[in-house]
């Protein structure tokens, strides 16, 4: 099959991880005959430093004629640091996630076991851990009307959702609960705000249309204290925008790493994939930086595109990548491997899923008789 790819590397180490990505997409396409024409764009600091705009019309157009977006990182410490500069790296992701109408946000988080001695929670809490969270993202306070005083001693941010917008991405979380443990917690603030009580309301009638899927309701400070104290009790978390970003960083911990999650934005027609840890600037060109979130993330963009056999392969190789300590200073701080080492092994598990024990013990002493 044949897909058109539209790949965003953006700034800080995006580059060094979407060129592990493409690498093990590379092999994807080898092994299983695939094509993935891929398309290079910008976005984010590079796009402003280039352009003057961290959105260029060119990308967005380049976006919306491909089939998946691969997206790196955002952001740079010039516009970080700088509370005053009026054009940011991130207005880019936010005027893209719009444009498309990447509305759904999808987190997996999930504890491997042979990273739970990284988590600073306690094995016996995190263990069996496998969660997936729904987050609302085009909508919400983000979005909303933002106002300052003229004398700049009152702000005031918008928060606003209509009907349609919840269901939308109700219906998706349910679909998700289906295929999983049939579990669904709604996190909101019902007891204090207006829009809660409407994301409550309808997620509530909506659920008669799922009658296998058991659903609660939490308020978002119990659900932030739950995620620390149990968060084996979730299956599908479904949220809106401001509470899903807190609550999914939040769960970031459980896994031991941030380098291993990936994230998917979807839309109608579009959809993006990308690795949730940010541009780590710190750690730009010296090839240290974890590959696997954005490995994971081609995983979740295979998913997407129906091809649910080479997805799962990925992330067998990742399985194995972490069982056999063949990964980055980050989880393994002894004796690391760098992000490009990480990515010719994934790579090489793609290529040799059949024969592979050897080339595993080869690639652990340094050695790949592929790459």
Known sequence: MKFKIAVIPGDGVGPEVTAQARKVLNAVAHVYDHTFLYEEALMGACA????????????????KKSDAILFGAIGDPKYDNDPNAKVRPEQGL?????????????????????????????????????????????????????????????????CSYTVEEIERMAHLAFRAAQSRKKKLTLVDKANVLETSRLWRKTVTNLASQYPNITVETMFVDNAAMQLILNPKQFDVILTENLFGDILSDEASVIGGSIGLLASASVGKTNALFEPIHGSYPQAKGKDIANPLASILSVAMMLEHLGLHEEAGAIENAVEKSLALGITTED?????????SKVGDFIADYIYNQEDSDMNFQNIHMGQSTII
């Open 48 to 63: 402003i430093d280039k352009t003057g705009n961290p959105l260029p019309q060119k990308t967005l157009e380049i976006c």
């Open 94 to 158: 936010l005027k893209l996630r719009k444009e498309l109408e990447l509305y759904c946000n999808v987190r997996p988080v999930k504890a491997y076991d042979k990273l739970i001695k990284n988590s600073p929670l306690k094995k016996e809490v995190i263990q069996g851990t496998d969660i997936t969270i729904y987050r609302e993202l085009t909508g919400g306070i983000y979005f909303g009307i933002k106002e300052l005083s003229d004398d700049g001693s009152v702000a005031f941010d918008g």
């Open 331 to 339: 989880l393994n701080s002894e004796k690391p491997f760098s992000t």
